[in-house]
């Protein structure tokens, strides 16, 4: 019954989809403001609609109704409640509906928020946004639909993939989506203000929060995936380089560029048809990630089945391409950058190095990441491009990003003086080469990790300086309008954009802090009885017994180790194999020995017969850097949220 | 731009940032362990692809196939084997499919020039764009300020940017 | 290199992507079943003891075409095939084919179990210890079976289940 609710909503969020298109088509052509309001109020219903569908199918899998054949295959009775709740986005599906309900409370808040304000374009955006709806809502109830029965109904489910049956499966997926589908916003803008030809930097303006939130989430999104992967896959390491993974980074890469590269138009009015490209090519990107990673045509880790939606996906992107582009190329005469009388170094030109090197970026994990396709089609080859083709490529670009990310603060608009430019960079870079000379010869490492160090601790020398001085030129030289000095702690949140942009860069430095112990990284593996003790680095692993216990659903089988640190209190910890009632191979679960500087990452191979067990180690410094950078994105992207531009302050259009 | 008391805080400031990014590094450099061959082992078969599981190495998989992977490079080592002439013997059983990286050699070097290409060409347009904007756009000299003007500009900062 | 250049750059990128997705999602191979390096060479020798103790080499069996089968007894697509390569084996034998099955990454029991359970009948026989049979012919999953010519050279591999035509072809050709 509630099911059947849920596939009829769907089914009226898809008339709703269609029937706001044209009505906002009839409205701007008829210029009638009635039907364009019309064509608004629709997408609200259409997005209570897919949230009742949405919702229905939560329930389907609360109550286990494996009468829908999407229950059966992705849930089972034994399954915890909470993972009964996220088992929703488990697979494709339901994932799609997810996509689909974030796309339409998007949507909702574009007509809530913009009421009074961007009427000369809202009508041509929601009619980009509600394009995107109906491709989505026809996938849903033509070729992916979640609500399908199956007769005759099976008394248990297939069980949820023991993989997702973790915490990363509740904030990796929604997080990543968050960020995919939010710059479908700045998109539909974009193309909105093409459409209506309306081509000044309202769109850039507008959507600046909406492209921050976005990056942060499909940042969020893929550091989350990399913590699951590290602590799932159980095999040290955080990022593999996996099409699917390199389809999340590339829209990140391009979202990132896009970041920054608007700020030379609000600032300068420059590089307006880059802008359009890069935002562009940030949406057909996180399409195409979605294509790659459901259509199957690339191997991968993800064990999503193979569907049969890729045509329509393919289609979707072809159009979307062609239609974007071109209007691009009708309009660019119209999109005329100021002419820039600039200096070499300035920020105008590092921010064009800055897209330069991420446009690199992402041309080689989408050529690397499609290669052995061409291989085989160009060459009849069948070739393997994995993470040593892209860390031999990707390295190299990260470093000069880097250093470029630490100069930028040094540079102005428009022209910088060279002599304390000089100045500013001799020490910062003079630093970082004895710094990392000293670390690189004392702990023998090779030259890679002397080049990332030093870009790490350049570009993390200027930032902290340059936050310093930011609060102190508030709280020392500046004076509130009252001519009080501001206080310390008011200094603190002065100055937002600049903070927020230095606390992310700030974690952009930790992140590479944290790739720099990649280059430190041991391993070992050993067999050894109950009672027996084995050494490795700083630690000593004592084998205490054999674990066996019942957790939820799944029955571990594990050892229980102490670890020894010579001046520290010995730790308990217990990597085991745990046993899903519905897989029939065991999974891996990794114990980790967190220290502020390093993981002792443990994992079980085997338990033998004869009562020993056989453990992989490894030691993986600067680990935890990656994750704390999370931390930093956050609250830097709340400095970054909470500045208004000056020229939306008092604006309303 | 700073009185001296400040500069001083600030270079102590970039003392300490200097000593922190020392300290942070120190604990990594533990002593390697003394086991060459696994080393050896482990890295020859990060090298491999798992023909099983495929999105991981040979190193990084328990799978039955790379298990004897790993033992036959254990094996062919003891026997003096050089890594070139283990990943060999491995691309005549399986292909080049087996490398995780592709030899540069024939056909692969598409995929390795072609960053590099775009890197060479965009870098050459950009730079040849950016000096002939300086050279065409010189800007006129500017007269340094004097110190009158300088408290005046430094006012009229503080009065607008109290955001 | 004027704005024209550029778009002009930019679309050709876009249909290139475009190109090979379609190519991928249409013509290419499942990215996961990886051809044999080995067609059209010479078949690695091996010598093998089966399961009942006979010794058996691939150069002693020069001048008749070879079904090489690999095989585990935890593996589900080998019971599948595992009546289709006996009834093969029954009628091919005696017309001059040899067919053996090479148990992989399995414990000696297993095997047996599951060479009673299936009743085979063909050359039976572990793998050594270090597994270097599969690894000579490159075997990437079980069941791989590879078709070896009278002359001792590799036809062809298939991967998964093998099924009847395929070795009635192969054979009928070859005797």
């Known amino acids: ?653 | 731009m700073f009185a001296a008391p400040n500069r001083l805080r600030m270079n102590a400031v970039r003392i300490i940032l200097a000593l922190l990014t020392l300290t942070i590094f120190l604990p990594t450099s533990s002593i390697l362990l003394g086991e060459d061959l696994e080393d050896q082992v482990r890295d020859i078969s990060h090298k491999l692809r798992c023909p099983t599981c495929q999105a991981m190495s040979v190193k990084e998989s328990e799978a039955g196939l790379s298990l004897n992977m790993k033992n036959k490079v254990r094996e062919m080592l003891e026997a003096g084997s050089s890594e070139e002439e283990i990943l060999e013997f491995f691309v005549e059983r399986y292909g080049e499919w087996i490398l995780r990286e592709p030899p540069k050699k024939g056909f692969n070097l598409v995929l390795w020039l072609a960053p590099l290409i775009l890197i060479l060409v965009i870098g050459f347009i950009v730079i040849r764009t950016l000096l002939r904007k300086t050279r065409t756009q010189k800007t006129p000299p500017v007269t340094p300020l004097t110190a009158e003007e300088q408290t005046k500009i430094e006012k009229d900062l503080n009065r607008f940017q109290s955001d | 290199m004027n704005r024209k250049t550029y778009f002009a750059l930019g679309i050709l990128l876009g249909c290139g992507i475009l190109v090979t997705m379609i190519y991928g999602l249409f013509f290419a191979s499942i990215p996961n079943e990886i051809p044999s390096a080995q067609i059209g060479k010479k078949a690695h020798a091996f010598s093998i003891t089966t399961f009942s103790g006979q010794p058996v080499t691939l150069e002693g069996l020069k001048g008749k075409p070879v079904i090489l089968n690999f095989w585990a007894s935890w593996c589900v697509a080998c019971r599948q095939e595992a009546h289709i390569l006996e009834r093969a084996h029954q009628r091919y034998t005696p017309q001059g084919a040899v067919f053996i099955g090479i148990a992989i990454n399995d414990t000696r029991e297993a095997s047996l179990a599951f060479i009673r359970r299936f009743g085979k009948t063909y050359l039976l026989a572990p793998d050594d210890k270090t597994g270097s049979i599969s690894l000579d012919y490159g075997v990437t999953a079980v069941p791989e079976t590879f078709l070896i010519d009278k002359q001792g050279f590799i036809v062809k591999k298939v991967l998964g289940a093998v099924d009847r035509p395929t070795i009635e072809d192969f054979l009928n050709a070859q005797l």
């Not at chain 1, 309001?37 to 569908?53: D, P, R, T, Y």
């Open chain 1, 1 to 653: 019954m509630i099911v059947d609710i849920g596939y009829y909503a769907m089914l009226a969020a898809m008339a709703l989809a269609f029937y706001s298109i044209i009505a906002t088509i009839l409205g701007i052509s008829k210029n009638n403001q009635n039907l364009i309001q019309s064509g608004k109020n629709s997408l609200l219903i259409m997005f209570l609609m897919v949230l009742a569908a949405y919702l229905s199918l939560t329930y389907a899998f609360a109550s286990d109704d494996f009468s829908v054949r999407f229950v059966a295959m992705h849930s089972s009775t034994d399954l915890p409640f909470y993972y009964k709740l996220t088992a929703v986005w488990g697979g494709m599906q339901g994932s799609l509906l997810l996509w689909q309900m974030i796309l339409g409370f998007f949507t909702a808040v574009v007509v809530m928020r913009y009421r009074t304000t961007n009427h000369e374009i809202l009508p041509h955006t929601m009619l980009v946004l509600s394009l995107i709806s109906l491709f989505l809502l026809f996938l849903l109830v033509g070729w992916s639909n979640p609500f399908t029965r199956i007769f005759p109904v099976p008394a248990e489910g297939r069980g949820l993939n023991p993989l997702l049956q973790n915490p990363g499966m509740v904030y990796h997926p929604p997080s990543l989506y968050l960020g995919y589908v939010g710059f479908s916003v700045p998109f539909a803008f974009a193309l909105g203000s093409l459409l209506r030809g309306k081509l000044d930097n309202n769109w850039i303006l507008t959507t600046r929060r909406w492209t921050l939130f976005s990056w942060f989430f499909l940042t969020l999104g893929i550091l989350l995936g990399a913590n699951w992967a590290y602590i799932e896959l159980g095999w040290g390491g955080y990022w593999a380089w996996d099409p699917v993974e390199n389809a999340s980074l590339m829209p990140w890469l391009t979202g990132t560029a896009f970041l920054h590269s608007v700020i030379v138009q609000e600032k300068r009015n420059g590089l307006k048809i880059w802008n359009m490209v890069l935002i562009f090519s940030t949406f057909l990107l996180s399409i195409l990630g979605t294509f790659i990673t459901r259509s199957g045509v690339l191997g991968s880790v993800h064990a999503f089945s193979r569907s049969n939606i890729g045509p329509a996906f393919l289609v979707f992107i072809a159009v979307v391409f062609v239609f974007s582009f071109s209007l691009l190329m009708y309009r660019q005469s119209r999109l005329v950058s100021e002419s820039r009388s600039v200096s070499f170094f300035c920020k105008e030109n590092s921010f064009l190095l800055n897209n330069i090197v991420f446009l690199v970026m992402t041309f080689t994990v989408l050529y690397g990441t499609v290669f052995p396709l061409l291989a085989e089609g160009l060459a009849d080859k069948k070739l393997s491009i994995q993470a040593p083709f892209f860390n031999s490529i990707m390295t190299p670009l990260a470093i000069v990003m880097i250093i470029l990310m630490g100069v930028t603060h040094l540079l102005g608009w428009k022209k910088t003086s060279t002599g304390p430019l000089i100045k500013n960079l001799a020490v910062p870079l003079l630093i970082a080469i004895v710094v990392m000379l000293l670390l690189t010869i004392t702990a023998g490492a090779s030259w890679q990790f002397f080049l990332l160090g030093l870009a790490a601790v350049f570009a993390g020398y200027i930032v902290i300086i340059e936050f310093v001085r930011s609060t102190r030129i508030r709280s020392g030289h500046r004076q509130e309008s009252d001519g009080a000095k501001p206080s310390f702690l008011r200094s603190i949140i002065l100055d937002k954009r600049r903070k927020g942009g230095l606390i992310i860069h700030l974690g952009i430095v930790f992140f590479a802090i944290g790739t720099c112990g990649n280059f430190f990284n041991q391993e070992t593996s050993f067999t050894f009885a109950v009672g027996e003790s084995k050494t490795f680095g700083r630690y000593t692993l004592v084998f205490q017994k054999i674990d066996r216990f019942q957790e939820r659903n799944v029955r571990n089988e594990g050892i229980a180790i102490e670890v020894r640190q010579t001046g520290k209190t010995s730790r308990k910890i217990t990597p085991v194999k745990s046993f899903y009632p519905t897989s029939p191979q065991p999974m891996t679960e990794v114990a980790i020995h967190r220290t502020l500087l390093e993981d002792l990452y443990v994992s079980l191979s085997s338990i033998n017969q004869d009562g020993t067990a056989t453990v992989v180690v490894y030691i993986n410094p600067m680990v935890n850097f990656i994750w704390a950078s999370m931390v930093l994105f956050l609250i830097g992207i709340l400095y970054s949220l909470s500045y208004k531009p000056a020229q939306l302050r008092n604006v309303k259009t």
